[in-house]
Nanobody, 125 residues
């Protein structure tokens, strides 16, 4: 299974972008999907995750109230809606998926076996 992330680009501070993550197999059924990001010179960090069973969502504090992770009508598509963007949101964003992600590891990159190639988000001030 391959994940394809898209939707990145240039936005002004206060603007919005929607990232998409599509799995190559329509029958792919991960139990959790997450978005991580890596800013220049920084380590990759957790942004948001969604558990398929129940639709529970999790966010890092810096994006709570601004970002929303969701799944699309198609079972192999997920989104990250990013509103009120800030320059500090500038990073390469990666989607990730896993079949056996336990609750305690939902924010941990090593819990996810499948990764997209990343999409660059640049927010200008």
């Amino acid at each position: 299974v391959q994940l394809q992330a898209s939707g990145g680009g240039l936005a002004q501070a206060g603007g919005s972008l929607r990232l998409s993550c599509v799995a190559s197999e329509r029958t792919f059924s991960p139990n959790a999907v997450a978005w991580f990001r890596q800013a220049p010179g920084k380590e990759r960090e957790f942004v948001a995750a969604i558990r398929m069973n129940g639709g529970y969502t999790y966010y890092t504090d810096s994006v709570k109230g601004r970002f929303t992770i969701s799944r699309g009508n198609a079972k192999n598509t997920w989104y990250l809606q990013m509103n009120t963007l800030k320059p500090e949101d500038t990073a390469v964003y990666y989607c990730a998926a896993g079949n056996g992600v336990i609750l305690s590891a939902v924010r941990t990159d090593r819990a996810y076996a499948y990764w997209g190639q990343g999409t660059l988000v640049t927010v200008s001030s």
